[in-house]
């Protein structure tokens, strides 16, 4: 029963973004196998056949929040937000935004005092989010390059990557990279779909980084929390 639900709600915006994925970063994909692709693991949902298109440019850059009640159900986005303990005033990069499921509750839980740098790659993600948040002051959309995260030194409480690792041409490097962004109390909160956890828990093993932390109740996604580990 809770393996049927699980099925169901998988949603096909998510299908595409991993479709895309697996032909963008066919490298990625390629040189871990095939177990790397959750199409092998989430069969169509019915949902599948009434998704509504959206254009080619937006392949891939996720979904909005409200604009189809089985991807929020999916995605659960009151319980992942809650569940990521942002405090008001902290400093939040929403890595790979895309259209911004996640950025306006970001931006609502840092208050405004508070500041979410949301990234990405595709200009036309890009430019709907900045339309999008238009009237927050607490929120910068911000272009970067594939390979460079474009986030200050020590500056960031918590960089969240939803959906994005499968991207990164390299995960090594990109979280390597990543670290030098984070306050000395800082985190990287990692979500996807599960079968997309080996792949990066394996890659933040090998940047030096420690699994402190991980969030079992979401209907699809692993949620966990990585820390630079101790040096000895
Ligand atoms: C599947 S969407 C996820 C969007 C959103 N985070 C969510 O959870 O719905 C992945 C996004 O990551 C972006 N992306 C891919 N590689 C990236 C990179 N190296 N740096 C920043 N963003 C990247 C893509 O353009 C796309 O918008």
């Not at 595409?16 to 697996?22: G, N, Q, V």
Request: glycine content about 8%; proline content about 8%; charged content about 25%.
């Amino acid at each position: 029963m809770a393996l049927f639900r699980a099925q169901a709600v998988v949603h096909p915006l998510t299908r595409w973004c991993l479709c895309l994925a697996m032909v963008t970063a066919a490298g990625a994909c390629r040189s871990e196998g095939k177990p790397e692709s959750p199409r092998a693991e989430a069969p169509r949902a019915p949902a599948e056949a009434a998704a509504p298109e959206e254009p080619a440019d937006l392949h891939g850059t996720g979904g909005v929040e409200g604009v189809d009640a089985a991807y929020d159900q999916s995605r659960q986005p009151a319980r992942f937000i809650a569940a990521l303990g942002i405090g008001p005033g902290q400093r939040i990069a929403d890595v790979g935004a895309g259209q911004g499921y996640f950025t306006q509750r970001l931006a609502d839980a840092v208050g405004p005092t508070g500041r979410v740098v949301a990234t990405d790659i595709n200009d036309e993600a890009i430019r709907r989010l900045r339309v999008r948040v238009l009237a927050r002051r607490n929120v910068e959309v911000r272009k970067v390059e594939p390979d460079a995260p474009g986030l200050e030194a020590g500056a960031y409480d918590l960089i969240l990557l939803s959906e994005v690792d499968h991207f990164f041409s390299d995960r090594v490097d990109y979280l390597t990279r990543l670290r030098a962004a984070l306050t000395p109390q800082g985190r990287i909160a990692v979500t996807h779909l599960r079968a997309m956890r080996p792949p990066l828990v394996a890659a933040a093993q090998a940047a030096g980084y420690t699994v402190v932390a991980e969030v079992n109740d979401l209907p699809d996604h692993y949620l966990l929390f990585l820390r630079p580990s101790a040096r000895p």
